[in-house]
């Protein structure tokens, strides 16, 4: 984007505005799905490619940190080359790398062309942030965040089932092929109705030493919080190693940022209030919900028995309900505050944490999904009002830039969400499993009538011992989801009064619009 401010949104208007905000809904959806798609698909990836689980999570972390590196630089990217060539460009790279990594013929292959994938998709989201806003004006940015959000929201949500259902009834390589056909139908779309409206362009030296820097400490973070866990964090010398370069290279990289006169991140947009707060506020509520969408089919498929297509059902109508109720919440917004529908998110994902401190190990399907019909009105509200918010006041030269920024910090925060999560369920389950050991009396009557029913199956004692110890385990780890939904909820609540520390957004009328 130019200094100047850009050019006018492109006159697109009925079916050709439709199908054009679909493909760049689709663009977002695309990339944002295969976050999450692989993750249930490692165990069968690892068991393809004859390598451990362990050494298969290197699919995912390959392609976290690629694309923790390439979001920020959309708006260098963006002022560079414009932001319609750069987001069809970005998704063109995208299908050609998903080909490559259906196509893969070993791990190192796999990871190699994960890598690419992760580093060509970083324009997507926020490339298809800004033409949304462009195409729909000022007047109905509400609308146009509201589509982003809606894609941005279930897309984690059908990731793990499309995930589950294709590595149950078909080969792995078409969680990666699935995207070819999408992929294609959304540049083909965008280029054709965007190109007459390409945002002006400057020829600006790319910061070198910032970007390597960043790829420095980025890189270092998310291996460290995807390896953690398995090396019992810092009491291993490998992490304690990745904290220190972590640290020392993002020192450097800050300082550096903030000195240099043409910085790869801009972080003089942390100076708006809105924008800052809004971003914390947007970062730790996504934190606090990607967490527990990691955690809630992790515990069904590990210890309640479900498989991955009906863990993945679980979760599904809150994508529906946040879909039906995102477009109302875009309208409504250009009327009333957006600081009352961030607060009502918070209230509403507040709700739904506490309704699973209820569950137990063997609550029925029905059970388990009505807190996510809750969390899916959180979802409806989250993201539109606290992107509205977040943007707020910005400079349209600045939103692709914002939106960059402002998407690294999410995804950054889910990966700390993700490893903080599962390190935590761990550790409270170890806990309650010694607090249960210790009151188990072999004596005790309940005790001795479960060994009875044992036996009355056909189990000897070390088989009965065995199952003994499994119920154990699966109470603990049933407890310690309660314990981890219940701090949930709180913290939620806790967020509420963030949404108003921010000053009173100006209305969808006054706001700017991403490239205009």
């Known amino acids: ?43 069968t990836i690892a068991g393809n490619l004859g390598v451990s689980s362990d050494q298969g999570t290197w699919v995912i972390t390959s392609f976290a940190v690629a694309n923790g590196v390439s979001v920020p630089l959309t708006g260098w990217l963006m002022q560079r080359f414009g932001v319609v060539r750069t987001f069809v460009l970005s998704v063109m790279l995208f299908t050609a790398a998903s080909l490559l990594c259906g196509v893969a013929w070993s791990l190192p292959s796999l990871i190699a062309f994960r890598v690419l994938q992760g580093a060509v998709s970083g324009p997507m989201i926020p490339g298809s942030q800004a033409l949304l806003i462009n195409i729909f004006g000022p007047a109905k940015r509400g609308t146009a965040l509201a589509i982003w959000s809606m894609t941005t929201l279930v897309a984690p949500i059908a990731g793990p089932i499309l995930g589950g259902y294709i590595s149950d009834n078909y ?40 970007l390597a820097l960043l790829f420095v400490w980025v890189g270092a973070l998310q291996i460290l919080l995807d390896k953690g866990k398995d090396l019992d964090w810092f009491s291993s010398t490998p992490i304690v190693v990745l904290f220190i370069v972590t640290v020392v290279a993002f020192i450097a990289w800050l300082i550096w940022e903030l ?12 100076r708006s209030r809105s924008f800052a707060l809004g971003t914390l506020a947007l970062c730790l509520g996504y934190a606090v919900f990607f967490g527990n969408i990691v955690l809630m089919p992790l515990w069904l498929q590990s210890h309640v028995g479900y498989t991955a297509t009906w863990a993945g059902l679980v979760s599904a109508p ?27 998110s918070f209230m509403f994902f507040a709700i739904s944490y506490f309704l699973r401190v209820g569950f137990t190990a063997d609550a029925s399907f029905v059970a388990f999904m009505l807190p996510q019909l809750v969390q899916g009105l959180a979802m409806g509200l989250f ?9 707020d006041g910005l400079p349209p030269q600045k939103v692709p830039a914002a939106s960059g920024l402002n998407n690294f910090l999410r995804i950054t925060a889910g990966s700390f969400a993700t490893s903080l999560t599962t390190t935590l369920w761990d550790r409270r389950e170890a806990l309650h499993q010694s607090h249960l050991a210790e009151s188990v009396n072999v004596y005790a009557p309940a005790y001795q009538q479960s060994l009875e029913r044992l036996h ?25 989801s309660l314990d981890l939904f219940y ?18 957004p100006a209305g969808n009328s006054a706001a700017p619009a991403g490239g205009e």
Do not use: H
Not at 458 to 471: E, F, I, S
Not at 487 to 504: E, G, T
């Open 259 to 270: 000195t240099e006169g043409q910085p790869i991140v801009d972080l003089s947009l942390f």
């Open 383 to 391: 993201f539109v009002s606290m992107l509205a918010i977040s943007f």
């Open 1 to 43: 984007m130019s200094g100047s401010g850009g050019q006018a949104a492109p006159a697109l208007s009925g079916s050709t505005k439709a199908i054009t905000a679909l493909a760049l809904a689709l663009g977002t959806f695309m990339q944002v799905l295969d976050t999450s798609i692989a993750n249930v698909s490692i165990p």
């Open 171 to 210: 080969i792995w390589p078409w969680i990666f092929f699935i995207n070819i056909p999408v992929g294609i139908f959304c540049a083909f779309i965008c280029w054709n109705n965007l190109k007459g409206a390409e945002t002006p362009t400057r020829k600006i030296p790319i910061d070198r030493v910032g």
């Open 487 to 504: 701090l949930s909820a709180w913290l939620a609540v806790v967020l509420i009064p963030l949404c108003w520390l921010v000053r009173r």
């Open 456 to 480: 009355a199956l056909g189990l000897g004692d070390p088989a009965a011992a065995g199952a003994m110890t499994q119920t154990l385990v699966s109470q603990g780890y049933l407890l310690s």
């Open 318 to 344: 809150s994508g529906v309900v946040a879909v039906l109720i995102s477009p109302f919440v875009g309208r409504l917004m250009r009327r009333y505050d957006a600081r009352w529908f961030a607060a009502a």
